[in-house]
């Protein structure tokens, strides 16, 4: 069984794009005292709490992240027509509940209003029933046996939670379905099982006849299946000559609802029969348990095979089948041949990997894990196909296993990653980030400063410069696997080799393609007249001059200068001698007399770091060119260009698992959570040659 059982982002053609939350309203009809100005109706809706809820559309319940939702201005209106306008509200959603108030701004002293009819019945004590409409943007479907947070909530599965979304609609309804809407509406609902149709059959025989039972169903289906029903009912032979007109109903979504029940029934009873078939006799307790907590048919199987092994596994080896997860971790690297083992591991622990594992093979490795789940094995026994799938699903229902495995191949997916181009470390600033969330920075220049403090001793507040500057994290990966062929020959270089290497080398190349993209999308950041030298700035002596006169003269928004010297000279591979030469010579040969060169002194010795990038000329990236430079500022002071890096990872990493049913062997998955933005133009210049 999986230890990473995958999420998938529902779509839109998966499930609605947007379903209603009901609920009740409070509606005010406190009146102004004499000589006070006339007070509108008001209304509040408590419309959700945060937790998971069913919805009509939906197979499975539902939560909303309101930390994803947003809203404006809230229209009310009257059983969703538009044209029937009774007030507007707006939506206070917090990390709890979502809460809607607003004002009745019709006329409620005409009898065609709307509003004229909400506030009638309120007064006469009717408790309006309410529906907020949900437009769905971002869905995440939750596995059976998963949990997500949600509210500061665990959601577990099967469910749905609409992490990103907006709140579209509000209506008062005059006839409610969810069971917490109203109590009229509810009572009504719930007491339809005592009516009897024409032909003496009663709702609840009714259901029983198509295999349901009314005490498994929701309010809501409870309502839609009283409707097909009365519609039966009053359709039958001997009715239809009273009243050959039958009722309006919405017969076709109930048929519907059956038919998904019926499927959802056969699907559950498919469940339990693999269950079942799994845990026989022996296992009753875990039986009886995976039927209730919704476990697959391979849960309940790995937990047999827990259940089953025996206190003493016959392992057949001399070597301790406790071993500490470091020391086997050591091993496995020893044996792949890692260098400076010393900087990763204690030496009291490369010594115990020495003497009780040495040329430990991957084989070898999970046959341990294995055991000491309790899989017996005799002395000679390897890993075959016959066996593959038992020794992985017990090798990976340890605790240690999957961390061993990662933790090894992380050593050497850092190595690889290192060894693409880092020239983005050099020029960017790095913030390190919580969540996924947009981030906002501000000018740390250009604001009120500091004043002199006068006699009292009272400093004044000071403030930001004008202009703020985006940017958020997001998750880029990739998966590949250990294939049972490699399981089976014994190829410890599967898991340090290729794999490995490939994911650290394309988690590299993305973050450089990414990072290089925005940076170089700056025609307009690097301005003509502002800060982009644009005529005889071809980078010499004397371009260079000119660049550095454009950086002097940078100011801020209140016209002082902006105090920051430039660093970093910026420049292409095909630039990159040219700016160590400048950066390094004390003579440069670029004036001539007569055809002979002269040398001449160079002023920009040692005062701006070169930094070279391949990108800056690839032409796959809009606005390359291999002539165009910047000069910089420390992106600690100043910075141009802004990385932010989830929880401050600069590096990817790489997890592993069991496969999942349809793949024999190991699973191994890349990420790295990061983003890039442009940030302060004050920064820099580019002189384009």
Not at 23 to 49: C, H, I, R, W
Not at 466 to 484: H, P, V
Not at 545 to 573: H, M, Q, Y
Not at 604 to 628: C, D, E, F, M, W
Request: glycine share 8%; hydrophobic share 40%.
């Amino acid at each position: 069984m999986s230890l990473f059982k995958k999420k998938k982002q529902q779509t839109k053609n998966d499930c609605p794009g947007k379903f209603s939350l009901e609920a009740s309203a409070n509606v005010d009809l406190t009146m102004a005292a004499e000589g006070e100005q006339k007070k509108l109706p008001s209304f509040s809706v408590d419309a959700y709490f945060g937790g998971v809820v069913s919805v009509n559309g939906f197979p499975l319940p539902i939560a909303v992240d309101l930390s994803g939702l947003r809203s404006s201005n809230v229209s009310a209106l009257l059983d969703h027509d538009r044209s029937m306008i009774v007030g507007q509200g707006t939506a206070e959603i917090s990390n709890s509940k979502i809460k809607i108030t607003g004002n009745i701004t019709g006329n409620t002293e005409d009898s065609n209003d709307p509003s004229y009819k909400v506030v009638f019945h309120a007064k006469n004590g009717f408790k309006w029933p309410v529906s907020i409409g949900v437009g769905i943007e971002k869905l995440e479907y939750v596995d059976v046996g998963e949990k997500v947070k949600c509210n500061g909530k665990n959601i577990e599965g099967p469910s749905y939670v609409v992490r990103q979304g907006v709140l579209q609609e509000f209506s008062f309804l005059s006839v409610g379905a969810d069971e917490k809407a109203s109590a009229t509406v509810n009572a009504s609902a719930v007491n339809s099982n005592n009516i009897s149709g024409e032909n003496g059959m009663e709702f609840e025989k009714w259901l029983k006849a198509m295999g349901l039972k009314q005490e498994d169903l929701s309010q809501e289906t409870i309502v839609l299946m009283q409707a097909k029903f009365d519609l039966e009912q009053k359709t039958s032979p001997a009715k239809q000559q009273e009243n050959p007109t039958p009722p309006s109903v919405n017969a076709s979504a109930a048929d519907d609802l059956v038919e998904k029940m019926r499927l959802q029934m056969a699907a559950e009873q498919t469940r339990i029969a693999g269950i079942q078939a799994v845990c026989g006799n022996d296992y009753s307790t875990i039986c009886a348990q995976a039927i209730k907590e919704g476990w697959t048919k391979d849960r309940a199987e790995l937990e047999v095979l827990k259940a089953s092994r025996p206190k003493a596994p016959n392992v057949g080896s001399s070597q301790p089948v406790d071993a500490s997860p470091l020391v086997l971790e050591a091993a496995l690297c020893m044996s792949a041949g890692m260098p400076n083992l010393e900087k990763s591991f204690a030496p009291n622990v490369l010594e115990a990997a020495h003497r009780d594992y040495r040329r430990m093979s991957l084989q070898q490795f999970l046959l341990l894990a294995a055991a000491d789940a309790g899989l017996s094995f005799r002395p000679g026994d390897r890993i075959r196909n016959g066996n593959l799938k038992n020794v992985l699903q017990a090798a990976f229902s340890t605790s240690s296993v999957s961390g061993i495995l990662s933790n090894i191949a992380n050593k050497y997916l850092l190595a690889s990653f290192n060894m693409v181009e880092q020239a983005w470390r050099e020029i960017a600033s790095i913030r390190s980030v919580s969540d996924f969330k947009a981030i906002t920075s501000y000018r740390l220049i250009g604001g009120g400063g500091y004043e002199k403090v006068g006699p009292d001793g009272e400093l004044k507040h000071g403030s930001y410069g004008e202009g703020s500057f985006t940017n958020k994290a997001d998750t880029y990966g990739e998966l590949l696997s250990i294939s049972r062929q490699d399981i089976i020959n014994d190829d410890l270089g599967a898991l340090t080799g290729n794999s490995t290497q490939k994911l650290g080398r394309d988690a590299g190349l993305k973050l450089n393609m990414v990072f290089w993209t925005a940076f170089l999308n700056n025609s307009s950041f690097f301005a003509a007249g502002y800060n982009n030298v644009s005529a005889s700035s071809a980078l010499s002596v004397a371009g260079l001059k000119k660049a550095i006169g454009v950086f002097n003269a940078l100011v801020d928004t209140k016209g002082n200068p902006i105090g920051t010297i430039p660093e970093i000279l910026l420049v292409p591979v095909d630039l990159e001698i040219d700016a160590q030469q400048i950066y390094n010579d004390q003579f440069v040969n670029e004036a001539a007399t007569a055809g002979a060169p002269k040398p001449s002194g160079n002023p920009h010795r040692g005062k701006y770091k070169p930094v070279s990038s391949r990108y800056l000329s690839n032409s796959k990236i809009t606005g390359y060119s291999a002539t165009s430079y910047y000069l910089l500022a420390n992106p600690m002071s100043l910075p141009v260009i802004e990385v932010a890096l989830l929880d401050g990872k600069d590096a990817p990493t790489i997890e592993t698992a069991d496969a999942d049913f349809n793949t024999l062997g190991i699973q191994m998955r890349g990420y790295h959570d990061f983003g890039v933005a442009l940030q302060d133009p004050l920064g820099g210049v580019r002189a384009n040659a």
